[in-house]
Nanobody, 124 residues
Framework: VQLQASGGGLVQAGGSLRLSCAASGRTSSSYVMGWFRQAPGKDREFVAAIARNGVSTVYADSVKGRFTISRDNAKNTVYLQMNSLKPEDTAVYYC??????????????????WGQGTLVTVSS
């Protein structure tokens, strides 16, 4: 499966953005989908993940209550709605996919497929 992330940009603190991740090559409903982010000089960190059927979702504590992950399997697309953005949310955001929901879903090495990343910059 190939993943294409989009929707990043520059936004003021308190603002919102919606990221999209379009999957091609194989139906996205076959995959657990995740969002990760990487700030300059930092390791890639987990943001959110969603089960294949979209029923189960998990979030990093740092984004819980502000970000929402969702998917539209008919469109082979996963979304990350980001509200109440903070400067510390600034990072390159990556979508990832894997056929299996692992217990350590927050480990980047558990995902076999990655998009190219989209930059989110939150100004104070």
């Amino acid at each position: 499966v190939q993943l294409q992330a989009s929707g990043g940009g520059l936004v003021q603190a308190g603002g919102s953005l919606r990221l999209s991740c379009a999957a091609s090559g194989r139906t996205s409903s076959s995959y657990v989908m995740g969002w990760f982010r990487q700030a300059p000089g930092k390791d890639r960190e987990f943001v959110a993940a969603i089960a294949r059927n979209g029923v189960s979702t998990v979030y990093a504590d740092s984004v819980k209550g502000r970000f929402t992950i969702s998917r539209d399997n008919a469109k082979n697309t996963v979304y990350l709605q980001m509200n109440s953005l903070k400067p510390e949310d600034t990072a390159v955001y990556y979508c990832a996919a894997d056929p299996i929901w692992y217990s350590d879903y927050d480990d980047p090495s558990r995902y076999d497929y990655w998009g190219q990343g989209t930059l989110v910059t939150v100004s104070s």
